[in-house]
């Protein structure tokens, strides 16, 4: 009995992982809407051309706010997972955005969907403290 379940097995993991692919890839490149939970709700446009990404803040606690653009590079780790960078050959970098390349970038893993959005948890080291915050990112 439990000799005829491992093919069964091994099917649900393939499955599985095919889902989880189709889900993240439509999220690499174009135009979505992200939301930065925390103390303060942070909303953003981003947009994602092949291993960049230009962000522009919309809304700050409901408000909306203007704001420079943020220019990223993204570092795919899987088809999910990724690393943003700030890229200092677009923008004007201060010393913690410095930091926080040289201490490896913004560590974004993927938890879940839900509702047309997927939510991350990101993690970045500035002045030996890791920071983490949520955020979910939706298709326009």
Known sequence: MKIKLIPYIILLIFLNSCAEK??????????????????????????????????LIVKRNGEKVESTKDYKIIQWI????????IDESKMEMDESMREINRN??????????????????????????????????RTE
């Open 104 to 137: 490896g970038g913004i560590l974004c893993e993927f938890e879940y969907e839900y509702d047309n959005y997927l939510h991350y948890k990101c993690t970045s080291k500035l002045d030996n403290y890791e920071s983490s915050w949520n955020q979910k990112i």
């Open 22 to 55: 189709s889900v993240c890839e439509k999220f690499k490149k174009g135009d979505f809407y992200e939301t930065v939970l925390g103390n303060e709700n942070i909303n953003k446009k981003i947009t994602r051309i092949n291993n960049s990404e230009i962000s």
């Open 78 to 85: 899987n088809e999910c997972d990724y690393i943003l960078k």
